[in-house]
């Protein structure tokens, strides 16, 4: 992700844009590369305007960088970029977003799961009906395994509680975007940006497009459990601070817990049923862990702030203004 923002403002709209640009994460895929390609590239070839089709090889460690460097020969609008490092896959989203040209970008798993006969029909979607973001949105789950949809439901149901209901259940990184959006998206310091749960969250007018996800072409899954929970992770701490919030609530709550427990304890010393030295070491221990879960609970709330500032996300996003509107 490093000097990514160093390429902000190189390329827009103007000096070698292009109607569509495809972004395609690629990492350790050579198994798929070329069954991509035999179904990609008649797709785009087919629909009559300048593209180019931006593979982010994500520090593949096969055949896949030779593979595309060959492919390229043949595919003029073949456009590679390289990371240094296995980088993950939002990340190298990332890169493709930031360097893409297209006045629409697609983005699009390479193993074939999202089927590239859609795109024609996003970008239809999106001009007839004006709209920034088009979703891709997975009708029928069935080719996934039964852990893979179990967890996609859990995912999805809480996503949509902590980051809103407009987040589309089963919409995964098989998109279009417009270009205002792609800028916008540019100009966020957000580092951990979950394209899924921040794009709705921006509020373009959009629509979806529902496709069956298809079985992975060739190869493996490059998404193992671990990328899946650090995913999940991102997802939560990206737009939620009720993790942080909880110790606040815990100490609240062991705080009146406390002042119920001493009313107790100061009754039973009353009626002097209790060793002595039991009341004051009760009241004592208690009041201290409340007082203690409460302060890391502070804390939370300070860090939550930081949290926010850092990531520095706009507090409003403008659709439109009469006044600009004029000029
Ligand atoms: N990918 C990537 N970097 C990674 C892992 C995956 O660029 O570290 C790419 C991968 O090549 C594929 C897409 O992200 O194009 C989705 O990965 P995969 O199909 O393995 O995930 P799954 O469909 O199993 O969730
Ligand atoms: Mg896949």
Same mark, same amino acid.
């Given at each position: 992700m490093y000097g990514t923002h160093g390429t902000r403002g190189t390329h827009g709209p103007g000096s070698g844009s292009v109607a569509l640009s495809v972004v395609v994460p690629v990492f350790d895929e050579e198994e798929v590369l070329p069954l991509l390609v035999a179904r990609l590239r008649p797709v785009l070839d087919g629909g009559g305007e300048p593209y180019e089709v931006l593979a982010v090889d994500d520090g593949s460690t096969d055949a896949t960088p030779r593979l595309l460097e060959e492919l390229r020969t043949a595919w003029p609008e073949l456009r590679v970029v390289t990371l240094r490092r296995n980088s993950g896959h939002q990340a190298a989203l990332t890169a493709g977003l930031h360097r893409a040209r297209g006045a629409h970008v697609i983005s699009i798993d390479a193993?074939?799961?999202? @089927?590239?006969?859609?795109i024609p029909d996003m970008l239809a979607l999106a001009r007839a009906d004006g709209l920034d973001v088009v979703y891709g949105v997975r009708g029928d789950r069935t080719a996934d395994s039964p852990f893979k949809r179990r967890t996609a439901a859990v995912y999805y149901r809480l996503m949509r509680r902590l980051a809103g209901a407009h987040v589309p259940a089963h919409a995964g990184d098989f998109r279009l975007l417009s270009r205002p959006v792609v800028d916008t998206l540019k100009a966020l310091p957000d580092q951990q940006q979950v394209y899924r749960l921040l794009i709705p969250w921006l509020g373009y007018p959009s629509g979806q497009i529902t496709y069956r996800r298809e079985e992975?072409?060739?190869?493996?899954?490059?998404? @193992?459990v671990r990328r899946m929970a650090l995913l999940a992770l991102d997802s939560v701490t990206s737009f939620s601070a009720v993790p942080l919030r909880l110790a606040t609530a815990i100490g609240a709550v062991s705080l009146v817990v406390c002042l119920a427990f001493l009313a107790w304890a100061l009754t039973v010393h009353a009626t002097g049923n209790t060793v002595p030295g039991w009341t004051s070491l009760i009241i004592t221990m208690l009041f201290f862990g409340a007082v203690q879960l409460f302060c890391l609970g502070m804390l939370g709330e300070y860090v939550a702030r930081i949290h926010s500032a850092v990531q520095a996300r706009p507090t409003y996003c403008v659709a439109h203004d009469t006044d600009e509107a004029q000029r």
């Open positions: 193993d074939l799961q999202d @089927p590239p006969e859609v992975r072409g060739a190869g493996t899954t490059k998404y @193992p």
